[in-house]
């Protein structure tokens, strides 16, 4: 049974690849130390076993009103926004296809509405890494920031439905 938890040492973080060897990097080398000193959290997908399947890292981040989309931008007059940054996504190569992008994205949305009911953030924002992967988080409700289109925004109340 698949489960998703916070990153630890009895996780086989070497054995993972997505195919992208910046987010295996990022998993193996630095993952655990930015949770340690508080900069991102990760979350592994697991079936029980050290194997990751897939994982994402959440961390926080300020935005302006003129990078979010409209009508949102018009909602928020000021500068300085909060919002959770979705800052990896990755699923490992053999295990890709089968769901678990959609089920650890949905992890990732569901962390942030908590994210939101304790702190008050405006959404879930996201640097595609391409073009695929913007198409892959357009599915999911993410708009594209003016001008910047690999930069995607999930508003609050998309969160908040999907919860
Ligand atoms: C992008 C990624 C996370 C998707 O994970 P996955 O487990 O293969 O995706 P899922 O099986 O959950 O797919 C969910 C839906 O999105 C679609 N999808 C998956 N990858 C897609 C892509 N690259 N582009 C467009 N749509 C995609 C699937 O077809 C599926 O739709 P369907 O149910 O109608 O068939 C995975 O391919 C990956 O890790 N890629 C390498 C790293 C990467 O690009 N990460 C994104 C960082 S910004």
């Known amino acids: 049974m ?11 973080r070497a054995g993972f690849d997505c195919g992208v060897p910046e987010l295996n990097a990022f998993l193996k080398a630095t993952a655990r130390q930015h949770a340690q000193k508080g900069i991102s959290r990760t979350f592994v997908l ?10 994402f890292t959440l961390t926080l981040c300020e935005l302006y009103s003129e990078q979010l989309p409209p009508p949102h931008a018009r909602k928020y007059p000021f500068h300085g926004l909060p919002a959770v940054r979705l800052a990896r996504l990755a699923v490992s190569r053999k295990e890709q296809k089968k769901g678990y992008g959609e089920l650890l994205l949905a992890e990732a949305v569901h962390r942030t509405a908590l994210i939101a009911e304790q702190a008050g953030v405006t959404g879930l924002f996201v640097d595609a890494k391409d073009d695929a992967a913007r198409q892959f988080y357009e599915r999911y409700g993410f708009r594209a ?19």
Request: charged share 20%.
């Open 145 to 163: 920031i003016p001008g910047h289109f690999l930069q995607l925004f999930l508003p609050i109340e998309t969160v908040r439905a999907a919860n």
């Open 2 to 12: 698949p489960e998703i938890t916070l990153l630890d040492r009895s996780h086989d």
């Open 46 to 55: 697991t079936d029980g076993t050290p194997a990751i399947l897939g994982f």
